[in-house]
């Protein structure tokens, strides 16, 4: 049996947003791997400490450290993790996600070479991602998109009569969820419409958009965080789909929109 430590923000049960560490590691753990986890910590000084001994801890068992690479704060864990790997002579595959990470290969060009170069592998979950590393001269590349089970997505045809509006996602800044609130503002001055705003606090922008909204004088349905069935649901009553990012690479979001029947508008990003 292969041994696998997969190193991300493993805070689902903290009440944050389920990602790929969750989803990705059951579907590995189902298949036969064996799986360990670092980290479920929510500080995150705590959570890279817990990231730097797990990979100490299992250096002589683990077969492959699986990094979960993103553009914003968490690639400084990718890349101290990156760098362990290297100094204990483990295989380690950056999984990359953030849909800024192009900028970034550009503006610390140095510290991208040194995460990406020795990796054993690197995995883009979109052929936009894959062909943008290319282009700075990365060849360890390979595109695997982000999946769901078609099964649990019941598909809707819309009957489009009002814009009811749907946005999903953590409520972050690169996620710009005040978008949102003003193209819905905008539209409701001269049709009918709603909008519904699911998705936990990340960095205190829900607190922002529930301001915005009440200076603009619109109604917002904010749920906080629902489980993806209820979520599911509840998207019967909408009929579009937003996403209002300012970075992006392949979001599940989308993909599960689509497997909805719910047509999709999003800024042009990724």
Not at 153 to 159: C, D, L, P
């Amino acid at each position: 049996m292969k041994t696998l430590l997969y190193i991300g923000n493993k805070l689902n049960d903290s009440g944050k947003t389920m990602t790929s560490i969750d989803t990705l590691g059951a579907e590995l753990e189902k298949i036969g791997y064996d799986v360990k986890y670092a980290s479920i910590y929510k500080n995150k000084v705590r959570r890279l400490i817990d990231m730097v001994w797990q990979v100490l801890k299992n250096r002589k068992t683990v077969d492959y450290v699986l990094i979960d690479t993103y553009s914003t704060l968490n690639f400084q864990y990718a890349f101290i993790i990156s760098q362990l790997c290297i100094a204990l002579k483990l295989h380690y595959i950056p999984i990359l996600h953030g849909g800024n990470l192009t900028d970034i290969l550009t503006k610390i060009a140095r510290l991208s070479r040194l995460i990406f170069d020795s990796s054993y592998i690197n995995v883009y979950p979109s052929d936009y991602m894959k062909q943008e590393f290319e282009k700075k001269g990365y060849n360890n590349v390979i595109s695997i998109p982000n999946g769901i089970h078609i099964k649990d997505y019941e598909f809707n045809a819309r009957k489009i009569e009002s814009l009811d509006l749907l946005w999903v996602r953590s409520f972050s800044k690169i996620y710009n969820p005040n978008l949102a609130i003003d193209v819905y503002a905008a539209i409701k001055k001269e049709y009918r419409a709603s909008l519904c705003m699911v998705g936990p606090d990340n960095d205190g922008t829900l607190l922002e958009a529930k301001r915005h909204a009440a200076v603009l004088g619109v109604d917002v349905v904010f749920t906080s965080k629902l489980t993806k069935e209820a979520w599911i649901a509840k998207s019967k009553a909408y009929a579009i789909f937003i996403n209002t990012t300012n970075f992006d690479n392949m979001p599940v979001s989308v993909i599960e929109a689509m497997a909805l029947g719910l047509p999709v508008v999003s800024t042009n990003v990724g």
